[in-house]
């Protein structure tokens, strides 16, 4: 986290269960070379004390506005004026309501309000608030003034409930944090993505093939090279626009595939295997067009070579990411997949659901953890793929895997 090194971060802290994850948010923070100043809404001292914040980003906590001590150490205009990043993290369904009609009615809105520097929310609530359409319309006037927003993610709530509102975690917003400063999130990482179907050519007229449209790898090349990557697309055939910063290689069967993919491995950082490639490819190629005449015909396949299991077994390998669509008993496939392809991160998805859709949800897995990340589109779930590609592939390189 080099961008986070010497940034001066202001992290608000509104009330809510996952108040509790600030305290892991401020220590990663500072841990990575950030000086973390923390303000504290009244709410948020019932489930945190500010004594543990003080101890983790060893500066004193603000959590009044009229505190005339605190006002005569660092007073709130002083406090807005310090920081490079606010952070608020959790972000309230009633902290979003406040500051989008632009309130000042407590430390927390009133530093938002007086800053000048960018701002950052992880959203946190219950599912049924953050579906509720106040909320969306109050964060679609955040974002249109310019604030990001970092999440939520899904599953199970600490009310009970399942779906979208769980803040992401400290080690996902601090990623997402860093990749706010000018690096970028993936910046100097080189990374190839292997997208669409394969056709496994019959004769000259004829092919297998699948249904994959490549949405979902087009959509992590385009945002993995937003984020400062150089990205290369090793695509099959496909009806979408090469993105903008992308090196696209075009190929047609698994065997092409495989060999544009092994010759590019050498030189990448991280190897992401989105295609859907064919399985098998007939035994023999029919130079001429087979003509119809018995009711039936009968084709022999023969088995293509897994180009990821190839990719992961180099003496040198990338960081190497694989995808697993399935029918059924979609993690527990994704999880056996994982370990006899001997990759380093897999996103398993329901196919049904997945190809050719605009959307998506997937679990990631990897040998020590699993999230869940979605429903959403394709290019939000492809910046959370990413975003936890950069956390893994940093783990993995600083030996804390
Ligand atoms: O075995 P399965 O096809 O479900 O595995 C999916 C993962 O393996 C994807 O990452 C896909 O890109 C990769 N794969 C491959 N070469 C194959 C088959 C799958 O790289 N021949």
């Known amino acids: 986290m080099k961008s986070l090194s010497n940034r001066r971060v202001l992290l608000g802290i509104t009330g809510g269960i996952a108040a509790y994850k600030s305290a892991e948010l401020t220590r990663l923070l500072t841990k990575a070379g950030a000086e973390v100043r923390v303000v504290m809404t009244q709410s948020a001292t019932e489930f945190i004390t500010p004594l543990t914040l003080q101890a983790l980003s060893g500066n004193r906590v603000h959590t009044t506005l009229l505190d005339t001590e605190a006002e005569a150490g660092m007073g709130h205009i002083e406090l807005a004026r310090w920081p490079d990043l606010v952070l608020i993290a959790p972000t309230s369904a009633n902290f979003i309501a406040k500051i989008s009609e632009g309130k000042a009615d407590d430390i927390l809105s009133t530093v938002l309000l007086a800053t000048k520097a960018p701002i950052a929310i992880a959203p946190a609530m219950n599912q049924a608030m953050w579906s509720n359409q106040a909320t969306q319309q109050n964060l679609q006037t955040l974002q249109q003034r310019g604030i990001a927003i970092f999440g939520p993610g899904s599953g199970e709530q600490a009310c009970g409930d399942v779906g979208l509102g769980r803040m992401l975690e400290p ?36 092919y297998i093939s699948n249904r994959s449209s490549g949405k979902m790898a087009y959509a992590l090349a385009t945002e993995a090279a937003q984020a400062g990557a150089q990205v290369t697309l090793i695509s099959g055939p496909v009806a979408l626009a090469t993105p903008e910063r992308v090196k696209r290689i075009d190929v047609i069967s698994a065997q092409e595939m495989l060999e544009a993919s092994i010759a590019c491995a050498p030189a990448c950082d991280v190897f992401i295997g989105v295609a859907a490639v064919a399985d ?46 399935e029918t059924n008993s979609i993690e527990q496939h994704g999880a056996e997949k994982l370990a006899r392809k001997k990759l380093d991160l897999l996103f398993a998805n329901d196919a049904n659901a997945t190809l050719g859709s605009d959307s998506i949800s997937a679990t990631a897995l ?34 804390r895997d």
Request: net charge positive; hydrophobic share 45%; aromatic share 6%.
């Open 171 to 206: 080690e996902q917003i601090l990623a997402m944090s860093a990749a706010l400063f000018d690096e970028g999130l993936l910046a100097g990482l080189r990374i190839v993505i292997t997208a669409g179907p394969t056709q496994e050519a019959i004769d000259p007229v004829r």
């Open 280 to 325: 098998y490819r007939p035994a023999q190629f029919a130079e001429q067009k087979i003509k119809k005449s018995d009711d039936t015909m009968h084709l022999e396949l023969t088995k293509n070579p897994d180009i990821i299991t190839a990719i992961a077994a180099l003496e040198k390998r990338p960081f190497t990411v694989g995808f697993a669509a």
């Open 366 to 399: 990897w040998s020590k953890g699993s999230q869940a990340l979605g429903p959403a589109s394709k290019r939000s779930v492809a910046l959370q793929m990413l975003t936890l590609i950069r956390t893994r592939y940093d783990a993995r390189a600083n030996h």
